[in-house]
Nanobody, 118 residues
């Protein structure tokens, strides 16, 4: 059974850091594109970052230079290191398995809430 479980969310002040984890079961993460998405209150879900099987990465302009996506193959986990957080980063963050970066998503986690206060 394919499952994705996010963890690591929380409350932090502006300028702080958090590391989100996306643990997978039922499949091997490094065989698929895995992406992070977020949905802020009252807004549509947006793609944040993705990592491809060969290790190449992509970032939305809004997080480039502040967020880093990485993968631990042994632990079957994808991470999102978020630094220099801003209040506008406040959202529920989801990871998803997908066919391409930000499209063709077939499995989603339930999300983890990140709240950044000013």
């Amino acid at each position: 059974q394919v499952q994705l479980v996010e963890s690591g969310g929380g409350s932090v002040q502006s300028g702080g850091s958090l590391r989100l984890s996306c643990g997978a079961s039922g499949f091997t993460l490094d065989s698929y594109i895995i992406g992070w998405f977020r949905q802020a209150p009252g807004k549509e879900r947006e793609g944040v970052s993705c990592i491809r099987p060969e290790g190449s990465t992509y970032y939305a302009d809004s997080v480039k230079g502040r967020f880093t996506i990485s993968r631990d193959n042994a632990g079957n986990t994808v991470y999102l290191q978020m630094n220099r957080l801003k209040p506008e980063d406040t959202a529920v963050y989801y990871c998803a398995r997908q066919k391409g970066c930000f499209y063709g998503m077939d499995y989603w986690g339930k999300g983890t809430l990140v709240t950044v206060s000013s």
